[in-house]
């Protein structure tokens, strides 16, 4: 069974970069897609970008001056990194592979000073 | 860039039909924006239910069917339980992003 994890730290200041990484354990990161979503608290659903295991990428346009997603295969794991953070980006990150079903967690990630 | 819309809230009684709508600002919805569904219920991760328009993963409830309908993707819930309320959210493809839906909030009562 596919299981994801988020980690990095809860809370992040203003004009910093947020940085987060998500563990896939139970099956290979090799020949999927995976996608960044972030929900703000009491909002809805913001898809963020995704990575192919390859390195491939696509970021939400709204986003992609300050987003970089990666991909460590030796690590079975993907990052992603937002600079210049404001309050605006206080919310829930969640890691996915969308198509196949799997959710990490989700982490919540407040930016404050 | 897109922008796709659904009902803000619907409300269907126990065991009744209900069929949520995901539009496109950009036109029609066909095959080609891949339509997903997802579930989400307070507190917890979204579950995806269904995938490429119509497709089921083996978690999702046979009552719940996906479709598209007058240009529309729909995902239509036949024989509602109490434990199918929840927000519900489509997801469509577009060249170069993918996009949310704004979520449907479903009340069974």
């Known amino acids: 069974q596919v299981h994801l994890q988020e980690s990095g730290p809860g809370l992040v200041k203003p004009s910093e970069t947020l940085s987060l990484t998500c563990t896939v354990s139970g099956g290979s990161i090799s020949s999927y897609y995976w996608s960044w979503i972030r929900q703000p608290p009491g909002k809805g659903l913001e898809w963020i970008g995704y990575i192919y295991y390859s390195g491939s990428t696509n970021y939400n346009p709204s986003l992609k001056s300050r987003v970089t997603i990666s991909v460590d295969t030796s690590k079975n794991q993907f990052s992603l990194k937002l600079s210049s953070v404001t309050a605006a980006d206080t919310a829930v990150y969640y890691c996915?592979?969308?198509?196949?079903?799997?959710w990490g967690q989700g982490t919540l990630v407040t930016v404050s000073s | 860039q897109a922008v796709v819309t659904q009902e803000p809230s619907l409300t269907v009684s126990p065991g009744g039909t209900v069929t949520l709508t995901c539009g496109s600002s950009?036109?029609?919805?066909?095959?080609?924006?891949?339509p997903y569904w997802f579930q989400q219920k307070p507190g917890q991760a979204p579950r995806t239910l269904i995938y490429?328009?119509?497709n089921k993963h083996s978690w999702t409830p046979a009552r719940f069917s996906g479709s598209l309908l007058g240009g529309k993707a729909a995902l239509t819930l036949s024989g509602a339980q109490p434990e199918d309320e929840a927000e519900y959210y489509c997801?469509?493809?577009?060249?170069?992003?993918?996009?949310f839906g704004g979520g449907t909030k479903l009340t069974v009562l």
């Open positions: 950009t036109g029609a919805v066909t095959s080609g924006h891949y």
């Open positions: 490429d328009t119509s």
């Open positions: 996915a592979r969308l198509k196949d079903g799997h």
């Open positions: 997801f469509l493809f577009y060249s170069g992003a993918r996009v």
